[in-house]
């Protein structure tokens, strides 16, 4: 055993002289311990930042979209109940050539747009209970309807409905309706309304401007524009445009049927409602 030690001695003394020695290196402490540099904590700092910066642009996207959904579903909702309102009250035009103080038709555009007529309104027209059964139990379900545009509380045009009973001049609910019509619409941007008709020239065609003298006229079709605009300030949501045309069954109801001359003994005809 010492022998081979020895000789081995030699060997590495031999190799020491010929510079083909090197000792094996030690590892030292500061190798053995790993960490980050500042360069690479920044880059992850930065790349981090970039997931969630994308992350709230994703949300923030899909938010926007569905605001806008809902904006654009409640215009499409308003609109329907407006169209269904005017629809609903044209089914139950009523007009009287000998009463025509009372069952005036009149519409009107521009500025100031707005559809006046008397109607048989349906038990399940709005506000019904408000004239049906009240004082008294008086039935009033024939009553005016005027569809109008009126400043809104942001400066916007409503749609708003006004009813009133007829044959009762200043009553309480005629008061009451001047003073909170039931608005039907908010930011409203055209509302218009045309009749067809002949002109002077007698050719049939749609119609804006409406004579005074022709308030005893019931025009067998109304065609009615709406434009909204958004239901909330500051919505991206677009503008939302319908068009209704209404085939009117009603036509006025003579001076001679409603006194009696005609339809037979005592006046036989002294329907309400006249169909065509």
Known sequence: MKFSTAIFSARGARRAARGEFHPRPQPQASSLLSAFTLIEIMVA???????????????????RAAQVGQDAAAQAQRQRVVLRAIGDALMGVESFQASQQYYWFKLGNGDEPFLSFVAHLPDSYARNGKFVGAAGGRDASTRRVTFSLAAGADG???????QSPILIEDSDEQKDEEKYPLVLAKNVKTFSIEWWGTNELNHAEWNTEWDDNMTNTIPAMLRVRLVLGASAAGSSAPEFAATRIYTVPSQMMPASVQRGGAGGPGGGNRSLFAPK
Not at 48 to 58: C, K, L, N, R
Not at 156 to 162: A, F, P, T, W, Y
């Open 45 to 63: 700092v930065m790349v981090f930042s970039m997931v969630i910066a994308a992350v709230y642009s994703t949300w923030a996207l899909v938010m």
């Open 156 to 162: 916007e045009k409503d749609l708003i409905l006004r």
